[in-house]
């Protein structure tokens, strides 16, 4: 039977830190949620526990503990809190898998602040030279997650990285998340995926989707 995996979930009372928590949480995966305010998280892990009573969910300090004993970290925090959480996890993220859900977007969310030629997963990459950064969960809305069937089909949600195990391990949690993953490309492909999420932000202004909408590729 293959082992149970940790997952440390860094922001984890935050839009979309709670719904990956509480998606994955459905998952045979063992779950330390952090933040800074520490009451908040608990408030997200009661949640949790309320519906799933059997769920392997811990409530850890912020950020370095919660990194230690995790086999896969995900960074729930804003663009600017990155590089802060990034030198607190560097001695402990070495060889683990680093999911970057980030789009850096500028105040008015009407682009974005990294350089065009860098994305906030590879600004990430640089920050942790040794870690598998992998780029996730970017463009899917903190609401998707209840719903991730819309209008009749199943979301895609893209994913990027260098590492080809790293990415079939996020392939699986992307599943049990309950999104259809699809493998995008190298980490160099993050700049797309975040502007994709960027343009979707945008439509979402526009057409008023409610911050329910996703992509999905159709093919034969
Ligand atoms: N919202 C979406 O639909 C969506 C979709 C795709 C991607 N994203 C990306 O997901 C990330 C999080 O967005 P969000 O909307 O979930 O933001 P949010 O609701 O503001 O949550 C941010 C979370 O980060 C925590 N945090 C902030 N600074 C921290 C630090 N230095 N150390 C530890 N925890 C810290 C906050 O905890 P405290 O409150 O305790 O400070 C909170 O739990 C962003 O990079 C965003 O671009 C968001």
Redesign the pocket.
């Known amino acids: 039977m293959k082992t149970t995996q940790t997952i440390a979930i860094?922001?984890?009372?935050?839009?979309?830190?709670a719904a990956i928590s509480k998606s994955l949480a459905k998952g045979n995966y063992r779950l330390l949620l952090?933040?800074?305010?520490r009451s908040?998280v608990e408030a997200v892990a009661g949640d949790i526990k309320s519906s799933l009573p059997a769920a392997a969910v811990e409530v850890v300090d912020?950020?370095k503990e919660a990194s230690w004993e995790a086999d896969i970290i995900v960074v729930?925090?804003?663009?600017a809190?990155e590089q802060?959480?990034a030198a607190k996890i560097k001695e402990v993220a070495n060889q683990k898998i680093v999911i970057s859900?980030?789009?850096?977007?500028n105040d008015t969310y009407d682009g974005l602040v990294t350089a065009p030629d860098t994305s906030a997963a590879e600004e990430l990459q640089k920050l942790l030279p040794n870690a598998k950064v992998v780029k996730a969960?970017?463009t899917?809305?903190?609401?998707d997650f209840a719903t991730t069937v819309i209008d009749g089909k199943q979301a895609d949600a893209f994913i990027a990285g260098n590492d080809e195990e790293a990415l079939q391990t996020v392939s699986e949690l992307v599943s049990t998340a309950g999104f259809n993953p699809i493998v995008a490309g190298n980490l160099a492909v993050s700049g797309t995926l975040e502007r994709m999420?960027l343009l979707l932000i945008q439509l979402n202004g526009k057409y008023n989707y409610n911050?329910l909408a996703g992509w999905k590729i159709l093919h034969n």
């Open positions: 860094i922001g984890a009372s935050g839009s979309m830190g952090c933040a800074n305010d908040k912020c950020s729930a925090v804003p663009f809190a802060e959480v859900i980030a789009n850096p977007l969960f970017n899917t809305f903190a609401a999420q911050w």
